[in-house]
């Protein structure tokens, strides 16, 4: 079955940095474009950053562009998210989630995982 | 830029009861939406997508419909599961504005 299973979260603070990662199993991981969503405590989904199956395109919320970065590396079947400058505002449950469709940009998620806490505190 | 405005952001209802949720789009996203329930502590599941098609195994009483710039989501008898936070979302452009509605709390 499709697992999604999110990990590097942490308690840091402003300015630094830190790296999410999402390791996928159950499923073809290197045909399926992936995303980033994150939720801050008590608030709505936010939706952070999308990359193609072989990383070619990568596109980010503005909230977030020059400052995180997504990536993957499909021999190890696992998704990024190096996030740098981090405010505290960032303070959210990361999730990844994949799209139905396999490599397209625009479509909904059939899988999340169960995410992972970043706060950013000082 | 898209935004999305989902009403109401609170709803309270009893079980048996027939509720709707709305989404508008500020501009048309064709088909492209989908409706997600999310309980406390877990991660959000997909119910509608296309607007009007519904996911698999996801019960019938779950319905969508819309399109264009505005979509409701309704649930035909409210069931004690069905209390949760619901949300739309637009999978048009991810990178244009909003892609998630603000979320719509659905409490006894």
């Known amino acids: 079955q499709v697992q999604l299973v999110e990990s590097g979260g942490a308690v840091v603070q402003p300015g630094r940095s830190l790296r999410l990662s999402c390791a996928a199993s159950?499923?073809?991981?290197?045909?399926?474009?992936m995303h980033w969503v994150r939720q801050a405590p008590g608030k709505g989904l936010e939706w952070v950053a999308l990359i193609s199956y072989d990383g070619s395109d990568k596109d980010y919320a503005e909230s977030v562009k020059g400052r995180f970065t997504i990536s993957r590396d499909n021999s190890k079947k696992t998704l990024y998210l190096q996030m740098n400058s981090l405010r505290i505002d960032d303070t959210a449950l990361y999730y990844c989630?994949?799209?139905?469709?396999?490599?397209?940009?625009?479509?909904?998620?059939?899988?999340w995982g169960q995410g992972t806490r970043v706060t950013v505190s000082s | 830029d898209i935004q999305m405005t989902q009403s109401p952001s609170t709803l309270s209802a009893a079980v048996g009861d027939r509720v709707t949720i709305t989404c508008r789009a500020s501009q048309s996203i064709s088909s492209s939406l989908a409706w997600y329930q999310q309980k406390p502590g877990k991660a959000p599941e997909v119910l509608i997508y296309k607007a009007s098609s519904l996911y698999s195994g996801v019960p019938s009483r779950f319905s969508g419909s819309g399109s264009g710039t505005e979509f409701t989501l309704t649930i035909s008898s409210l069931q004690p599961e069905d209390f949760a936070t619901y949300y739309c979302?637009?999978?048009?452009?991810?990178?244009?504005?909003?892609?998630f509605g603000q979320g719509t709390k659905l409490e006894i």
């Open positions: 159950g499923f073809t991981f290197g045909t399926y474009a």
């Open positions: 989630a994949r799209p139905r469709c396999g490599d397209c940009f625009s479509d909904f998620f059939d899988y």
């Open positions: 979302q637009q999978y048009n452009r991810y990178s244009s504005g909003d892609t």
